[in-house]
């Protein structure tokens, strides 16, 4: 099992904080850096110094990191056009020399789409139906040879003689990761589309659930690519109660909420958790790590969980 940090920088992040996270994932020995793709903050914070996009955010950690891995929990289909998203990850891609993962979901958060003149389909069935032409859209110009061209007739989407460049560094395309525990049409595009399926913020069991829907799909499909399932947690560990109280608190949040909603308590309580979820397929865990400006809770996390888990 690989782990991976994933943080919220629209609840209040500036570009240097997102680096010295990222940084220090990559010293740590984690897998990959994995950030949100909102506008607009959530709950009871304050958000300054305000929101950062996270493409052009993940553009700089990719000249300013080398190894670690970088991508979206998820990219919403809401924020853009498919043509220039497909233009902008792939020239990340080739800025990180081939690090970048593209989670890509319908998008979902009317409030951030109002707050920043960005047009939002309130029907959610129009906006499933956009976010799969975009699907369609997107990995069809990656898949398309140098020197063709692509054309697609959508009903959201028309493409004409489009050259299809820049392409990614990565072949034939960058991972794309497709999250959400629908029962239907999720395992769908999961098995049409996905290299990886992820299921956040629920239980062993749920997440179990939803796996075996998209292993299902994947066989009705008559895929031969390997799936991987991967999970996404929120993560509050601390080396006695007292520190287990105060990363809590930092957070907003209580710690038995934590133990069951997420991976909280000592090394030894998230590391068995976390056997949960590998004994169910999960081969990455994504651990959503709230308080940015923590670095002591990566280190404890990758000298007492990670390095037993591996």
């Known amino acids: 099992m690989r782990l991976r ?4 920088p629209q609840q209040g992040a500036t570009y240097e904080t997102q680096l010295a996270v ?7 020995g984690f897998d990959a850096f994995f950030r949100s793709d909102h506008y607009l903050k959530m709950g009871g914070v304050d958000g300054l110094p305000g929101p950062t996009d996270s493409w052009v955010t993940l553009a700089g950690l990719a000249r300013e990191t080398s190894r670690i891995r970088l ?14 998203l497909a233009i902008a990850v792939a020239q990340v891609d080739r800025m990180s020399g081939g690090r970048v993962e593209f989670g890509f979901g319908a998008g979902w958060f009317e409030d951030e789409h109002t707050a920043y003149g960005i047009p939002f389909p309130t ?5 499933f139906e956009r976010y799969e032409e975009q699907l369609d859209i ?5 898949a398309t040879p140098v020197g063709d061209t692509f054309r697609y007739e959508g009903r959201h989407y028309r493409l004409t003689d489009s050259p299809a460049l820049p392409k990614p560094q990565q072949a034939p395309r960058p991972p794309v990761l497709i999250g959400g525990v629908g029962k239907v049409r999720t395992p769908r595009l999961a098995a049409a589309h996905a290299d990886e399926y992820n299921v956040p913020f629920n239980s062993p069991e749920d997440t179990g659930a939803a796996f075996d829907r998209v292993r299902a799909a994947v066989e009705a499909a008559g895929r031969a690519e390997p799936m991987v399932y991967s999970a996404a947690q929120v993560v509050c560990c601390g080396r006695d109660e007292a520190e287990v109280n ?5 957070i907003g949040r209580e710690p038995e909420e934590l133990r069951r909603n997420g991976l909280a308590g000592s090394p030894a309580e998230i590391v068995e958790k976390l056997g949960r979820f590998k004994e169910l397929g999960a081969e990455r865990v994504y651990l959503q790590v709230l308080d940015m400006s923590d670095l002591d809770h990566l280190e404890l996390l990758a000298a007492q969980v990670y390095r037993q888990i591996q």
Request: net charge positive; no cysteine; aromatic share 8%.
């Open 22 to 28: 990222a940084k220090a994932a990559e010293d740590l």
């Open 123 to 127: 029907s959610g069935r129009e906006r």
């Open 71 to 84: 991508g979206t929990l998820m990219t919403a289909a809401t924020f853009r056009h498919p043509g220039p």
């Open 5 to 8: 940090i994933f943080i919220e």
């Open 138 to 142: 997107i990995t069809g110009l990656w």
């Open 246 to 250: 105060r990363r809590a608190e930092a």
